[in-house]
Antibody
Framework: EVQLVESGGGLVKPGGSLRLSCAAS????????MNWVRQAPGKGLEWVSS????????YYADSVKGRFSISRDNAENSLFLQMNSLRAEDTAVYYC????????????????WGQGTTVTVSS | QSALTQPASVSGSPGQSITISCTGT?????????VSWYRQHPGKAPKLMIY???KRPSGVSNHFSGSKSGNTASLTISGLQAEDEADYYC??????????FGGGTKLTVL
């Protein structure tokens, strides 16, 4: 079964750090661009970051640029999001999601999603 | 990057057709054929319904269709069913090599 499972969420104080992980199974992560998307409580979806299959191309939303860092370990079939200098407005469910077409950069079509991991930034 | 503009809510009766619009600019929706649509039920992860403006992933019913004209993309759901009641989001690739989502539309099946 093709599956993504996120972990690493939790409660953190403003200014703190968290590292999210996303474990892929049922397919080879190395063939796909990957994304992080978040959803604040009661709000809509917000794209956070994308990374190409070989990590050559990495992009971030303006809201997290300079604070978040996306990376991947294709040998371990895992995707990561290092989040530093966290703010209250970063509170959200964070989803990892796979691009729908192998071998191309992520243009926004994401066909496999994890169940999400919750990040709460509060003092 | 500003969010794409979607109506906050739409509604329809079972069996009817509805269309949800998604308006952007020439730097996103109008500039690329990379518009996607997602359905999200409460408490669940989003599900991809349409990608690349009008392509359906395997397993998605053909009563979902997508189109684009200028800076506005549209999702049409024909033959509304109770299970179609959900939030719908559009997204587009942008000239900054990023992705932008719409604010979401709540579909109510009357």
């Amino acid at each position: 079964e093709v599956q993504l499972v996120e972990s690493g969420g939790g409660l953190v104080k403003p200014g703190g750090s968290l590292r999210l992980s996303c474990a892929a199974s049922g397919f080879s992560l190395s063939s796909y661009s990957m994304n992080w998307v978040r959803q604040a409580p009661g709000k809509g979806l917000e794209w956070v970051s994308s990374i190409s299959s070989t990590s050559n191309y990495i992009y971030y939303a303006d809201s997290v640029k300079g604070r978040f860092s996306i990376s991947r370990d294709n040998a371990e079939n895992s995707l990561f999001l290092q989040m530093n200098s966290l703010r209250a407005e970063d509170t959200a469910v964070y989803y990892c999601a796979r691009d729908c077409a192998p071998g191309r950069y992520s243009y926004g079509g994401m066909d496999v999603w994890g169940q999400g991991t919750t990040v709460t930034v509060s003092s | 990057q500003s969010a794409l503009t979607q109506p906050a809510s739409v509604s329809g009766s079972p069996g009817q057709s509805i269309t949800i619009s998604c308006t952007g600019t020439s730097s996103d929706v109008g500039g690329y054929n990379f518009v996607s649509w997602y359905r999200q039920h409460p408490g669940k992860a989003p599900k991809l319904m349409i990608y690349d403006v009008s392509k359906r992933p395997s397993g998605v019913s053909n009563h979902f269709s997508g189109s684009k004209s200028g800076n506005t993309a549209s999702l049409t759901i024909s033959g509304l069913q109770a299970e179609d009641e959900a939030d719908y989001y559009c997204s587009s690739y942008t000239s900054s090599s990023t992705v932008v989502f719409g604010g979401g539309t709540k579909l109510t099946v009357l």
